[in-house]
T-cell receptor
Framework: GAVVSQHPSWVICKSGTSVKIECRSLDFQATTMFWYRQFPKQSLMLMATSNEGSKATYEQGVEKDKFLINHASLTLSTLTVTSAHPEDSSFYIC????????????FGDGTRLSIL | GQQLNQSPQSMFIQEGEDVSMNCTSS?????WLWYKQDPGEGPVLLIA?????ELTSNGRLTAQFGITRKDSFLNISASIPSDVGIYFCAGQNFGNEKLTFGTGTRLTIIP
């Protein structure tokens, strides 16, 4: 149980392109999902908390107009990297937690984004 | 953002050896989690600890929630090739769903 699916797993695109990444909880509902970014050989850094039916909460230093988050249902959150540039190239990972309190976060398999 | 300090940063061991790693924080946490990440994949939860002093096992893995609430330890016994990867600790507090991740410990098994 508690499977989180991300799509796509890998994307390469030209600078200036906008890229959408999907995060789905397959067998549970999640009012809250989280988006992380991980650079090579580094740890996961939280970018934003995605709340179903309301605006996302962004961490300090993360541009909300650059990284658009939509959490329209209890099983889907999307992250759109707008006008992506090479410095946005990274491994983006989402996580979700079962609605019932006290449950740990479960992570998707990540999306590797490469901007040329 | 804040990160937890993990040590060692990397480990090179032979198959069959036991492994110990730890995670320390300058502030307390109510929950400690240990995850393993394989290359190109997301982290997978190994063990969750919810009480200071708690010692929890999952197969060959054993983790402890430090009594001060500022640290946690993970031990792996009789390592096998599939143990290779990066191990991350994460701290969490009640009422706050955010996780604070450690810097990671990279485990390599020498043939």
């Amino acid at each position: 149980g508690a499977v989180v699916s991300q799509h796509p797993s890998w994307v390469i695109c030209k600078s200036g392109t906008s890229v959408k990444i999907e995060c789905r909880s397959l067998d549970f509902q999640a009012t809250t999902m989280f988006w992380y970014r991980q650079f090579p050989k580094q740890s996961l850094m939280l970018m934003a908390t995605s709340n179903e039916g309301s605006k996302a909460t962004y961490e300090q230093g993360v541009e909300k107009d650059k990284f658009l988050i939509n959490h329209a249902s209890l099983t889907l959150s999307t992250l759109t990297v707008t006008s992506a540039h090479p410095e946005d190239s990274s491994f983006y990972i989402c996580s979700a937690r079962v609605i019932q309190g006290g449950q740990p976060q479960h992570f998707g398999d990540g999306t590797r984004l490469s901007i040329l | 953002g804040q990160q937890l300090n993990q040590s060692p940063q990397s480990m090179f061991i032979q198959e069959g050896e036991d492994v110990s790693m730890n995670c320390t924080s300058s502030s307390i946490f109510n929950t400690w989690l240990w995850y393993k990440q394989d290359p190109g994949e997301g982290p997978v939860l190994l063990i969750a600890l919810y009480k200071a002093g708690e010692l929890t096992s999952n197969g060959r893995l054993t983790a402890q929630f430090g009594i001060t609430r500022k640290d946690s330890f993970l031990n792996i016994s009789a390592s096998i090739p599939s143990d290779v990867g990066i191990y991350f600790c994460a701290g969490q507090n009640f009422g706050n769903e955010k996780l604070t991740f450690g810097t990671g410990t990279r485990l390599t098994i020498i043939p």
